[in-house]
């Protein structure tokens, strides 16, 4: 009976004292939804098309992002402005086809298509994961400046 009692008396202050340990500690999970953590530099996510700084269109339909697509996840239509300026008419992008490779990215000679980090776009209908060119142009006026480091931050003159 003794060793039990004894037993107890050394197992609740090794317990209360692991308790109060991990208590103070720096927790190791993060409130998520709330506290989103940081992706990795390399990480890509959800497309976006970018603008110019005067808020045109950096895609001028020329269908490489399209024709280096592995899983063939995109759709575009072209047409000119008044101007004679090409634009993407139509620019769908399915998600669920998608593989993420960045080819489309590195394919695009305008810089208007990248691959961004968000993460957070599920749904419950498969047809809200073909985007289109407005779930994917960057909203203009731009509420913060582009991450993008573009080469060229004005469009080439008659070029297409």
Same mark, same amino acid.
């Given at each position: 009976?003794?060793?039990?009692?004894?037993?107890?008396?050394?197992?609740? =202050?090794? +317990?209360? $004292?692991?308790?109060?340990?991990?208590? @103070?500690?720096?927790? /190791?999970?993060?409130? %998520?939804?709330?506290?989103? =953590?940081?992706?990795? =530099?390399?990480?890509? +996510?959800?497309? $976006?098309?970018?603008?110019?700084?005067?808020?045109? !269109?950096?895609? /001028?339909?020329? +269908?490489?992002?399209?024709?280096?697509?592995?899983?063939?996840?995109?759709?575009?239509?072209?047409?000119?402005?008044?101007?004679?300026?090409?634009?993407?008419?139509?620019?769908?992008?399915?998600?669920?086809?998608?593989?993420?490779?960045? %080819?489309?990215? !590195?394919?695009? =000679? !305008? !810089?208007? @298509?990248?691959? +961004?980090?968000?993460?957070?776009?599920?749904? *419950? *209908?498969?047809?809200? $994961?073909? %985007?289109?060119? *407005?779930?994917?142009? /960057?909203?203009?006026?731009?509420?913060?400046?582009?991450?993008?480091?573009?080469?060229?931050?004005?469009?080439?003159?008659?070029?297409?």
């Amino acid at each position: 009976m003794w060793k039990a009692l004894k037993q107890v008396f050394v197992a609740i =202050p090794i +317990g209360l $004292f692991t308790t109060l340990k991990n208590f @103070i500690r720096k927790p /190791v999970t993060i409130a %998520y939804p709330k506290v989103k =953590p940081p992706m990795y =530099p390399r990480y890509r +996510g959800l497309h $976006f098309l970018e603008r110019y700084e005067d808020g045109t !269109e950096r895609c /001028v339909c020329c +269908g490489l992002c399209a024709a280096n697509c592995p899983a063939d996840a995109i759709y575009m239509e072209g047409a000119e402005t008044e101007k004679g300026e090409r634009y993407a008419k139509v620019y769908e992008i399915n998600e669920i086809r998608c593989i993420f490779c960045g %080819y489309c990215e !590195e394919a695009c =000679p !305008e !810089e208007a @298509i990248f691959l +961004g980090k968000e993460y957070e776009f599920a749904a *419950d *209908d498969r047809d809200k $994961f073909i %985007y289109t060119k *407005d779930d994917l142009l /960057v909203p203009w006026p731009r509420k913060k400046p582009s991450e993008v480091e573009f080469k060229r931050k004005t469009r080439r003159p008659d070029v297409y």
